[in-house]
């Protein structure tokens, strides 16, 4: 059962955060940026974002609870976050949440916590996702799980954005518009499935 939900909370994690999909926007914020320094803020925002992932991985069930959100409206709110993720994905366009709008007029500020590890990264839908995955029955199993999908997934992420130029080249835009639809097919299933366990948990009639 662990292993199953691992390999469910894997998926679930690397598809709505989707790293091939932001790779556009990684190589775009970083446009004009020496390899050496390019490799240096996805180094820096991976571990701001391993760091705000956990942060709501731990403290969760505390936020939810102390702004008396059942999980059951959570995931219910997840999942309509996540559902139009993975529309705009099915579309091969990126996200409005996880793409940040940008004042060219403005000096240009660190971009390694904001906008690249939030909300590129570690955006509203990945967030949304970790904690309702997290919570259930077995929340210690629960969390140790996702945890781990996510060390993967963000370890996976930096090892794209270290050779995000390759990538690139190899795959093209049409290869990575096909890798980002299909994740918003996948995505969509789990935003349904997520918004649809919420919803029986809070009117349990529906289930018989």
Known sequence: ??????????????????PLGILPTFLAITDGKHPI??????????????????????????????????????????????????????????SHIQTP??????????????????PIIAGPGTIATVMALAAGPNILMHSAAVFIACVIVLAGTYCIF????SINRYIGHTGLNV??????FILTII???????GLVGLFPGWAH
């Open 37 to 94: 320094e390019r490799r240096r803020i996805a180094r820096k925002a991976i571990v701001y974002s391993f760091f705000i992932v956990l942060m709501f991985l731990l403290l969760g069930h505390l936020i939810l609870t102390l702004f008396g959100i059942t999980i059951e409206a959570f995931r219910v709110a997840g999942g309509i976050l996540v559902f139009f993720i993975a529309f705009q994905l099915l579309n091969a366009q990126p």
């Open 162 to 165: 270290h050779y995000a130029s």
């Open 101 to 118: 709008h940008e004042d060219e007029s403005q000096p240009k500020p660190d971009i390694t916590l904001t906008p690249l590890a939030l």
């Open 1 to 18: 059962m662990m292993l199953s939900y691992f390999i469910h909370a894997l998926i679930s994690v690397f598809a709505v955060l989707n």
């Open 179 to 184: 890798i980002t639809r299909l994740m918003g």
């Open 191 to 197: 935003a349904v499935q997520m918004a649809a366990t």
